[in-house]
Nanobody, 115 residues
Framework: QVQLVESGGGLVQAGGSLRLSCAGS????????MGWYRQAPGKQRELVAS???????NYRDSVKGRFTISRDNAKNTVYLQMNSLKPEDTAVYYC?????????WGQGTQVTVSS
C-alpha cells in the first residue's frame, strides 16, 4: 500500500515561488515513476512534470524553465519547485506514483497565484 501526502501549497503573488512536497510511504516508492498533476476549476487534470526512478525529469511546455521536479528516494519524497508563478498556474496540484499496474494519488494541495 502506498500513501502520498502533498504539502507546500498556498497563496502567492504573480512572480513568486512555492515549493511543493510529496511525502510517500511504501517500500516500492523509490522504484516508482512520479509526477505532479494539476487541475484548475472546469478543466481536466494535466501532467505538469514527471521524474523517473533514475531521476530523469520531463515538463509540460508551459512550465519549462520555471518549475523543477526532483526526488529524494532516501526520504521517499518528491518536490516541485515553482518559480515565476503566473495566475494561470492556479490549480489543485496532485502527486502521482505509478507502480505497475496501479496509479496512486495524493489528496492535492491548492496553489493560488494572484495577479
Amino acid at each position: 500500500q502506498v500513501q502520498l501526502v502533498e504539502s507546500g501549497g498556498g497563496l502567492v503573488q504573480a512572480g513568486g515561488s512555492l515549493r511543493l512536497s510529496c511525502a510517500g510511504s511504501g517500500s516500492m516508492l523509490s522504484f516508482a515513476f512520479m509526477g505532479w498533476y494539476r487541475q484548475a476549476p472546469g478543466k481536466q487534470r494535466e501532467l505538469v512534470a514527471s521524474i523517473s526512478s533514475g531521476g530523469t525529469p520531463n515538463y509540460r511546455d508551459s512550465v519549462k524553465g520555471r518549475f523543477t521536479i526532483s526526488r529524494d528516494n532516501a526520504k521517499n519524497t518528491v518536490y516541485l519547485q515553482m518559480n515565476s508563478l503566473k495566475p494561470e498556474d492556479t490549480a489543485v496540484y496532485y502527486c502521482n506514483a505509478k507502480i505497475f499496474p496501479i496509479d496512486y494519488w495524493g489528496q492535492g494541495t491548492q496553489v493560488t497565484v494572484s495577479s
